[in-house]
């Protein structure tokens, strides 16, 4: 089973260097527990800020020797400076995957890992045409914020159509994933699950 950590350093303390301090204390259990991926998901950093603390993780995994790789949020110029991954949505205004891979190319780097956040079949067949190497459907169980539901479920029937669509692509459970649940989301087709609070909870 694939598992795959989202970061939100503010879930982890009030002030700025607690936050930065328990992300990479967090960062070092998850390279211990063997988690596939983390995605550095830190929206509000500035360039420079994100991608200090993209190469202070990655330094981190480097020690520990682990095989967790590293994912950037969007910025595919960081992920390059910092010997990453890339992580992209559907939304508009994004770098395309063929530039991203043309950037990593023209800087004779290895091409990287390339996640995508999907909500519909229609961008899992996008993803599958792109040839993406994972693919995070949902919210499965929906979007809380505060105990209120912000995005409706998409149900794991939706999940179950979604790993049929991306054919040989591994679709990670994204949404309210849960220990409990788990099992559903891998009995649907799912080959891992993915989360906020599902993996922040190790600290």
């Known amino acids: 089973m694939i598992r795959y950590a989202i970061t939100d350093r503010k879930l982890l303390a009030v002030d700025e260097p607690a936050r930065r301090a328990a992300l990479l204390a967090l960062a070092s259990l998850w390279a211990a527990e063997h988690i596939d991926y983390i995605q550095l998901r830190e929206k509000d950093l500035p360039a420079a800020e994100l991608k200090q603390l993209a190469r202070a993780i990655n330094g981190i995994l480097c020690e520990a020797g682990a ?3 590293l994912l950037i949020n969007r910025h595919a110029d960081i992920s390059l400076a ?6 992209l949505t559907t939304a508009p205004g994004q770098p395309t995957l063929a530039e991203i891979r043309e950037l990593f190319a023209s800087s004779s780097r290895p091409q990287p890992v390339i996640s995508i956040s999907c909500h519909t079949l229609k961008e899992v067949s996008y993803a599958r045409h792109e040839q993406v190497d994972l693919i995070l459907f949902g919210p499965v169980f929906g979007k809380t914020i505060a105990g209120v539901e912000v995005v409706p479920a998409t149900g794991l029937e939706a999940l179950k159509l979604a790993c049929e669509a991306a054919g040989d692509i591994p679709v990670l459970a994204l949404g309210g ?3 409990e649940n788990t099992a559903e989301c891998l009995a649907a087709g799912a080959a891992g699950i993915a989360g906020i609070r599902l993996f922040a909870g190790s600290i």
């Open 82 to 87: 910092a010997n990453a991954g890339v992580h």
């Open 177 to 179: 994933i849960t220990e």
């Open 67 to 69: 095989a967790t790789k």
